[in-house]
Nanobody, 126 residues
Framework: QVQLVESGGGLVQAGGSLRLSCAAS????????MGWFRQAPGKEREFVAAISRNLGSIRISTVYADSVKGRFTISRDNAKNTVYLQMNSLKPEDTAVYYC???????????????WGKGTLVTVSS
């Protein structure tokens, strides 16, 4: 089992920044690809970003949804068992509950995810 706990959500004005954190516990953090999904009010949950497993010398890769590319950055700190999502130039359409995820490999759909956090709300005002 892996437990994921998100933090860092809140209210921010358009153009502002937030950094989300996700603390993982349980199984070996470095064995999992980590990601972020989000669900806006009245919409389906969608992929935001993901980062590959950290297995020593193998280069880590990151992927992003087109809607956040160039504005959001995902990173991980294996020493702290934590994954981050730095969100810059926020827009009202980024308003959503953001979920941290863990999977055996980079995952783009709900069905590929092994573990979910409970989510943290990000509200961007115009």
């Amino acid at each position: 089992q892996v437990q994921l706990v998100e933090s860092g959500g809140g209210l921010v004005q358009a153009g502002g920044s937030l950094r989300l954190s996700c603390a993982a516990s349980g199984r070996t953090f470095s064995n999992y690809a980590m990601g972020w999904f989000r669900q806006a009010p009245g919409k389906e949950r969608e992929f935001v970003a993901a980062i590959s497993r950290n297995l020593g010398s193998i280069r880590i890769s990151t992927v992003y949804a087109d809607s956040v590319k160039g504005r959001f950055t995902i990173s991980r700190d294996n020493a702290k068992n934590t994954v981050y999502l730095q969100m810059n130039s926020l827009k009202p359409e980024d308003t959503a509950v953001y979920y941290c995820t863990a999977a055996p490999k980079i995952a783009y759909s709900d069905s590929e995810i092994d573990y979910w956090g409970k989510g943290t709300l990000v509200t961007v005002s115009s």
